[in-house]
């Protein structure tokens, strides 16, 4: 092989093994600093292309050091790149094995839209998430728009994308944690990405006086006992604490009297 392909096929520091004559940190440092100008260099793409047309043989398939769920491609001894190793199995890679140019560019979009559906189902292993949720964080990934989309397909197949199952999941949350208005709650869909026939669809505003009684009764009977407090400044607190959270004027008006009178009757 000719030193230009040797040099491409030079194993990057980040997924070789550690050798135990390694340079240090700060050595290393600077040797990727000096390489980096001409890394960048856009004369080096055409060389590249030419490497990457001749033909090639699998030497060896070794699961990185760090990442057992990832495996160095060695070809005609030299390191080529390293690949999720479920993408190994799935295209039958094999030691021996001609690697066509077709099969490479296989074997890297596959691999990078395999990361951004790990990194996606990472994200949604915290919480489930709206599908532009997703989008949203794969984009500050810098992942490319058409492997966003390769990887969206892929969980809208999978069922771990599903924006009815999400704002169904959001609406039981807030009910049981933080009740809140059909106002607020569109509000907090829409800006997660949901569309707006989903979330009219699903979000049902005739619950809001019972969810207003709920969310309103722990703060109605801490003002309640307040000394001295009267109905107007009750109302008031009380008003605004309801509409902070996406209560409407008659749906507040109708707690606050309900509340007031109940306490009331409790004195």
Same mark, same amino acid.
């Given at each position: 092989?000719?030193? @230009?392909?040797?040099?491409?096929?030079?194993?990057?520091?980040?997924?070789?093994?550690?050798?135990?004559?390694?340079?240090?940190?700060?050595?290393?440092?600077?040797?990727?600093?000096?390489?980096?100008?001409?890394?960048?260099?856009?004369?080096?793409?055409?060389?590249?292309?030419?490497? +990457?047309?001749?033909?090639?043989?699998?030497?060896?398939?070794?699961?990185?050091?760090?990442?057992?769920?990832?495996?160095?491609?060695?070809?005609?001894?030299? #390191? @080529?790149?390293?690949?999720?190793?479920?993408?190994?199995?799935?295209?039958?890679?094999?030691?021996?094995?001609?690697?066509?140019?077709?099969?490479?560019?296989?074997?890297?979009?596959?691999?990078?839209?395999?990361?951004?559906?790990?990194?996606?189902?990472? +994200?949604?292993?915290?919480?489930?998430?709206?599908?532009?949720?997703?989008?949203?964080?794969?984009?500050?990934?810098?992942?490319?728009? #058409?492997?966003?989309?390769?990887?969206?397909?892929?969980?809208?197949?999978?069922?771990?994308?599903?924006?009815?199952?999400?704002?169904?999941?959001?609406?039981?949350?807030?009910?049981?944690?933080?009740?809140?208005?059909?106002?607020?709650?569109?509000?907090?869909?829409?800006?997660?990405?949901?569309?707006?026939?989903?979330?009219?669809?699903?979000?049902?505003?005739?619950?809001?006086?019972?969810?207003?009684?709920?969310?309103?009764?722990?703060?109605?009977?801490?003002?309640?006992?307040?000394?001295?407090?009267?109905?107007?400044?009750?109302?008031?607190?009380?008003?605004?604490?309801?509409?902070?959270?996406?209560?409407?004027?008659?749906?507040?008006? +109708?707690?606050?009297?309900?509340?007031?009178?109940?306490?009331?009757?409790?004195?």
């Amino acid at each position: 092989m000719t030193p @230009l392909a040797t040099a491409c096929f030079t194993k990057p520091p980040s997924e070789r093994p550690d050798p135990p004559w390694q340079r240090s940190a700060s050595s290393r440092s600077r040797v990727r600093a000096g390489l980096a100008p001409a890394l960048a260099s856009s004369a080096l793409v055409p060389a590249l292309a030419v490497v +990457y047309s001749i033909p090639m043989h699998i030497t060896d398939l070794e699961p990185q050091v760090n990442n057992a769920e990832r495996v160095n491609v060695y070809v005609d001894g030299h #390191y @080529l790149l390293g690949v999720n190793a479920v993408i190994v199995l799935r295209m039958e890679l094999r030691i021996g094995q001609e690697l066509l140019p077709e099969q490479l560019e296989q074997l890297r979009s596959e691999d990078a839209e395999q990361q951004a559906v790990d990194r996606a189902l990472n +994200y949604l292993s915290f919480r489930p998430r709206s599908r532009e949720e997703v989008r949203r964080y794969l984009q500050r990934k810098e992942t490319p728009p #058409y492997i966003i989309d390769a990887a969206l397909e892929r969980l809208d197949r999978l069922d771990f994308v599903n924006d009815r199952a999400f704002v169904e999941f959001w609406v039981e949350n807030r009910d049981k944690f933080n009740p809140r208005g059909a106002r607020a709650l569109k509000n907090e869909l829409r800006v997660k990405g949901v569309e707006r026939d989903i979330v009219d669809e699903l979000v049902d505003k005739d619950q809001d006086e019972e969810l207003a009684l709920r969310a309103a009764r722990k703060k109605a009977t801490s003002l309640a006992h307040q000394p001295g407090i009267d109905y107007q400044t009750f109302r008031n607190k009380l008003g605004a604490f309801l509409q902070r959270r996406g209560f409407g004027y008659e749906v507040m008006t +109708y707690t606050v009297k309900s509340l007031w009178n109940e306490l009331k009757q409790e004195e």
